[in-house]
């Protein structure tokens, strides 16, 4: 259930039985031969599946993030990390006014990390409400499948390559991963990555990547109950 498919007035009824909103964040940028809204889709796609479960409402993607690193790219839309933090202090301030206590930002970007810095310091301010956030690509579940099938996850590989984010065939080979120092600028970054994936296979086979949504959905499950 999404919030665009609701009024102002069936929000306020879903908020007399429940007052848990989920918050997807994400970029817009570069991710190789993957859709460019790949950060967004991702979480998306995770965050309807847990609304189906459990009628948890959701709220419109945030569709950019931070990715200065990538703006050689063209197609990346990037917001300062400064821009991004109070967007989101923002939108989490503006959910909880109307009457929103417990929220998840499920999450699909790395380069977001400081928004989730700044709300360690929102939440002191506001008593009896919790908020959680959720990396599903650092998670343990999605560590334990790399693992048993001897894949490594990185930007723009087999990892974030789902039906869904596929918007071009995708190279047969392996490649081989760059080696990188801590920062780059943009040009930089677009000479040493190339196409723009960080390396290794670029697609997994359905059952790994089938796997990998359910037990990232069965995380978000467990963390919707807020225990």
């Not at 990390?81 to 930002?105: H, I, K, N, P, W």
């Amino acid at each position: 259930m999404r919030l665009e498919q609701l009024n102002w007035m069936d929000v306020e009824s879903y908020l007399a039985h429940d007052d848990r909103l989920i918050l997807v964040t994400g970029a817009t940028e570069q991710h190789a031969h993957l859709s460019l809204l790949t950060d967004i889709k991702i979480p998306l796609a995770l965050a309807d599946a847990a609304s189906q479960k459990t009628d948890v409402l959701v709220a419109p993607p945030l569709n950019f993030g931070c990715s200065p690193y990538f703006l050689a790219y063209p197609g990346t839309l990037s917001l300062r990390a400064s821009t991004l933090m109070d967007v989101v202090e923002d939108l989490v301030r503006s959910a909880v006014q109307t009457g929103f206590r417990r929220l998840l930002v499920l999450n699909g970007h790395g380069g977001n990390t400081p928004a989730r810095v700044r709300l360690r310091e929102v939440i002191n301010t506001l008593p009896g409400v919790r908020l959680s956030w959720y990396d599903w690509w650092t998670s343990h579940s999605v560590e334990a499948i790399a693992q048993k099938h001897a894949l490594k996850p990185a930007h723009a590989n087999w990892l974030e390559a789902f039906p869904f984010t596929l918007v071009s065939d995708l190279p047969g080979r392996d490649k081989i991963p760059p080696k990188a120092p801590d920062l780059l600028d943009a040009a930089a970054t677009r000479q040493l990555y190339g196409d723009g994936s960080f390396g290794g296979p670029y697609q997994a086979s359905d059952q790994v990547m089938n796997e990998m949504f359910a037990a990232c959905l069965e995380d978000i499950l467990q963390l919707l109950k807020f225990e």
